[in-house]
T-cell receptor
Framework: EAGVAQSPRYKIIEKRQSVAFWCNPI?????LYWYQQILGQGPKLLIQFQNNGVVDDSQLPKDRFSAERLKGVDSTLKIQPAKLEDSAVYLC?????????????FGNGTRLTVT | KQEVTQIPAALSVPEGENLVLNCSFT??????LQWFRQDPGKGLTSLLLIQSSQREQTSGRLNASLDKSSGRSTLYIAASQPGDSATYLCAVVSAKTSYDKVIFGPGTSLSVIP
């Protein structure tokens, strides 16, 4: 099966600019996660979708971050305006569905550098 | 609030040695525990998933155990190889939410020296 696809792989922007990341999960996976991973730390959940509904966005900085999952498949994560502390790797993951005891499958991530 | 810790933060061993990585969690109400591997510049790869009713899972040279009551899991790697060098992360899925809330530890960076 094809894995989780993410683009772009790298992005460099100046602070106060905007940026968008795209994720295509594994076909048939109902749950989609966006994580932020700062160097040397474990991933931190930003937002979690079940199909096209949000089930957890408690750690999403909603004044600057937004995400959507149209038609319960692809997802985009946007940052506007970016701050220096947003420099991190943004990981997308998907799993079959909640309660299925299925592992998470991750994409290779997007490395964002804010200058 | 569930917290996940991993000890040690970094580990360096000679090739061929058996080793144990540790994961601790504060709330025993979990649905499952997963171990992942992360290579530099890459995403995470799932290694093993242990359901809350299970005590251990094995895959090749990897064996993961779970003691839910004490809030601990270990990942045992037998006969380590340089290709095992990576960061290993554990994550728990909370049983207190209606959805799979996944909480990660900070990881253990492993170097296997030839």
């Amino acid at each position: 099966e094809a894995g989780v696809a993410q683009s772009p792989r790298y992005k460099i922007i100046e602070k106060r600019q905007s940026v968008a990341f795209w994720c295509n999960p594994i076909s048939g996976h109902a749950t989609l996660y966006w994580y932020q991973q700062i160097l040397g730390q474990g991933p931190k959940l930003l937002i979690q979708f079940q199909n096209n509904g949000v089930v957890d966005d408690s750690q999403l900085p909603k004044d600057r971050f937004s995400a959507e999952r149209l038609k319960g498949v692809d997802s985009t994560l946007k940052i506007q305006p970016a701050k220096l502390e947003d420099s991190a790797v943004y990981l997308c993951a998907s799993s079959l569905r909640s309660g299925a005891n299925s592992p998470l499958h991750f994409g290779n991530g997007t490395r964002l550098t804010v200058t | 609030k569930q917290e996940v810790t991993q000890i040690p933060a970094a580990l360096s061993v000679p090739e061929g040695e058996n080793l144990v990585l540790n994961c601790s969690f504060t709330d025993s109400a979990i649905y499952n525990l997963q171990w992942f591997r992360q290579d530099p510049g890459k995403g995470l790869t799932s290694l093993l998933l242990i359901q809350s009713s299970q005590r251990e899972q094995t895959s090749g040279r990897l064996n993961a155990s779970l003691d839910k009551s004490s809030g601990r899991s270990t990942l045992y790697i037998a006969a380590s190889q340089p290709g095992d060098s990576a960061t290993y992360l554990c994550a728990v899925v909370s049983a207190k939410t209606s959805y799979d809330k996944v909480i990660f530890g900070p990881g253990t960076s492993l170097s296997v020296i030839p």
